[in-house]
């Protein structure tokens, strides 16, 4: 839950790829479902871990096209009924009449991830609460609900603290992919569900990387073979945009498109330095706003005709194994959207994250190099670059230290579902949850 293939987001993307890899590794023969925004159940294929896996997919829908049965009130009424009248001759109706809430009722596991940082009202209360909403029809279908590594908060408003501290609170088992976020889930609970709460870096640090067809990156690789150090740098159109508000809404200091243009001039200013364009949200329709590729080729319009030999962007669309390839081809790495930068980081490639929330600082400090987050609400255009300098030439020693760390990082994310050597049963469903 919280994760799918169908956003144009390649960080959500890379969420469900891996997530998925984790239940395969301790559960090999599980059957997988996923719970995305798409239009109607189905049965997808995708490539996990380097293999073909067969996946159910269960959307929940929100809008208007109420008399769909996976429209979301269809769930909860339905489980809402078994609980209020429960009796084997009600429940045996409900499920005749809805099987997908049958379906719903046999799972054994839900593991929710909640897009990586979207367990918060960062991005507007109404995001929040659809994440809410299905995590609590999980708890009334008597499910056992797991919070994989994601980011918790902040919080802005009484209410959005008080709706995660009742799905925190009955949850399995809750996974903070930072430290700070360790701290302050076990702040908002009390002492007596301490024991439920675990550190773990994010999942995606063991999405597994796959080469491009040769006909998708010839012209890369022709233009790579030219070029010495070779600088990867993800560009965000959600802040080149200034956000869904369009003014600015993460309070950057620093006015994002004239960062950008500051930046790739520098870099095309040092010796021997080219720059390779990544994209990592690509998404449809109304969502524009969000689009990295639009934002790259605002930017390649003004930048290149100054530097077309030193500056690559790719037009083909590439998924969340691929692109993370390309990355991998880098000798250095900016990136303005995290996941961009845990596939660098992942790889061992010295990455600067561009913040604009705390989700950067917490990661980058989960595998030992938060020094390398620029946090764009704090600095000022000429303090980020001075940081960006430091980096850059320290990239070795950033190198070195993801050498170092990593595989044992990686070990631990694969063994997410084992505590201290023993495998997470899956147990009978709770039973006892109050409405």
């Avoid at 269809?74 to 379906?103: D, E, M, Q």
């Avoid at 009334?140 to 994989?148: E, H, M, R, V």
């Avoid at 390839?325 to 303005?336: A, E, K, M, R, V």
Wanted: charged residues 20%; positive net charge.
């Amino acid at each position: 839950m919280g994760a799918g293939f169908d956003t144009g987001n390649l960080g959500v993307n890379a969420l469900a790829d891996s997530s998925l890899k984790l239940l395969r590794y301790q559960w090999p023969d599980a059957e997988l479902i996923l719970f995305p925004n798409g239009l109607r159940p189905e049965r997808i294929h995708v490539s996990v871990g380097g293999k073909s896996v067969d996946v159910g997919s269960i959307p929940l829908r929100y809008n208007a096209g109420l008399f769909v049965s996976w429209h979301y009130i269809w769930f909860w009424i339905s489980f809402v009924a078994i609980r209020i009248f429960p009796f084997p001759f009600v429940r045996t109706f409900i499920f005749h009449l809805h099987p997908l809430a049958r379906r719903l009722s046999k799972v054994d596991l839900f593991a929710d991830i909640t897009g990586g940082d979207s367990f918060s009202d960062i991005y507007g209360f109404k995001r929040y609460f659809q994440g809410f909403l299905e995590k609590w029809l999980v708890l009334l279908a008597g499910g056992k609900l797991i919070l994989l590594p994601q980011t918790y908060g902040p919080f802005r408003g009484p209410v959005a603290r008080r709706l995660a501290g009742y799905l925190l609170r009955r949850a399995q088992a809750v996974y903070c992919r930072d430290r700070e976020g360790y701290d302050y889930v076990r702040g908002l609970l009390s002492r007596r569900f301490h024991s439920r709460i675990y550190f773990l870096p994010d999942v995606a640090f063991v999405l597994d990387a796959v080469k491009p067809e040769p006909d998708q990156i010839r012209a890369f690789e022709q233009w790579r073979c030219k070029q010495g150090i070779l600088v990867g740098l993800n560009i965000s159109g959600l802040l080149y945009s200034g956000g869904y508000t369009g003014r600015n809404m993460f309070h950057l200091r620093v006015p994002y498109p004239e960062f950008a243009d500051c930046l790739i001039r520098w870099l095309l200013k040092e010796n021997n330095v080219s720059v390779l364009l990544i994209p990592h949200v690509m998404p449809q329709g109304d969502f524009l706003v969000e689009c990295d590729r639009q934002a790259c080729r605002d930017i390649m319009t003004r930048i290149q005709p100054d530097w077309k030999e030193r500056i690559f962007f790719p037009e083909t669309r590439f998924n969340q194994n691929q692109i993370k390839y390309l990355i991998g081809q880098c000798d250095f790495f900016i990136g303005s959207r995290m996941h961009a930068c845990i596939a660098a980081l992942s790889q061992c490639i010295p990455a600067i994250g561009i913040a604009y929330s705390k989700k950067f600082h917490g990661v980058f400090d989960s595998i030992g190099v938060a020094d390398y987050v620029v946090d764009l609400r704090n600095e000022t255009q000429e303090s980020a670059m001075q940081r960006i300098h430091k980096g850059y030439a320290g990239r070795e020693s950033c190198r070195t230290r993801l050498q170092q760390t990593l595989p044992t990082i990686q070990e631990r994310i694969m063994n997410i579902f084992r505590r201290e050597g023993e495998q997470i049963p899956v147990s009978e469903k709770i039973g006892e949850l109050k409405i």
